[in-house]
T-cell receptor
Framework: EPEVTQTPSHQVTQMGQEVILRCVPI?????FYWYRQILGQKVEFLVS????????KSEIFDDQFSVERPDGSNFTLKIRSTKLEDSAMYFC??????????FGQGTRLTVV | TQLLEQSPQFLSIQEGENLTVYCNSS?????LQWYRQEPGEGPVLLVT?????EVKKLKRLTFQFGDARKDSSLHITAAQTGDTGLYLC????????????FGSGTQLTVLP
């Protein structure tokens, strides 16, 4: 069964460093998303991406965040200068049309 | 800001019992998703409902979307220990490409 895959599963980085989280959405899907979940809190929307551009973003998705679809399969989230409060599980998700979105297993980002 | 309230927050029942969990909002959603999430993993999609009054069945799980598309319920018949987990509802507002608002979840424990 097709699935969204994310790498790495766990990333530890020092405060102020840049990180890139990678995702391979389900191959025929059209909309792509990043969500995050701080430990013990709700899953929160960050950004949606369609037709090679951002379609919606939340207040959390400020200038330190960016997304890219560098080729036909990968979808990345870059955090330019990480802060302690960026520590969270980051989930990539994708959807074709009506059913979903489908989520990946997540990347646990720990900023130290 | 759209909010989704889930109840109960915690539910512990014996194997074989039936249960219902609720997801309520004052806002109208164009779609409503139910997910199940295990610790440290991504949400796994159970169902998407898009039509007011819609009922979908997935084996022993029955999902209903309210007529006004502001609420939903998940009913489990004859619960099994394997049903133990965190159940999340997530709504997509009208006009949005599935920018989901998540509820805080119902933690279900089914005891043998």
């Amino acid at each position: 069964e097709p699935e969204v895959t994310q790498t790495p599963s766990h990333q530890v980085t020092q405060m102020g460093q840049e990180v890139i989280l990678r995702c391979v959405p389900i191959s025929n899907h059209l909309y792509f998303y990043w969500y995050r979940q701080i430990l013990g809190q709700k899953v929160e929307f960050l950004v949606s991406f369609y037709n090679n551009e951002i379609s919606e973003k939340s207040e959390i998705f400020d200038d330190q965040f960016s997304v890219e679809r560098p080729d036909g399969s990968n979808f990345t989230l870059k955090i330019r200068s990480t802060k302690l409060e960026d520590s969270a599980m980051y989930f990539c998700a994708s959807i074709l049309i009506r059913v979903g979105p489908f989520f990946g297993q997540g990347t646990r980002l720990t900023v130290v | 800001t759209q909010l989704l309230e889930q109840s109960p927050q915690f539910l512990s029942i014996q194997e074989g019992e039936n249960l219902t969990v609720y997801c309520n909002s004052s806002s109208v959603f164009s779609s409503l998703q139910w997910y199940r999430q295990e610790p440290g993993e991504g949400p796994v999609l159970l169902v998407t409902v898009v039509t007011g009054g819609e009922v979908k069945k997935l084996k022993r799980l029955t999902f209903q979307f309210g007529d006004a598309r502001k609420d939903s319920s998940l009913h489990i018949t004859a619960a099994q220990t394997g049903d133990t987990g965190l159940y999340l509802c997530a709504g997509g507002p009208s006009g949005s490409a599935r920018q989901l608002t998540f509820g805080s979840g119902t933690q279900l424990t089914v005891l043998p």
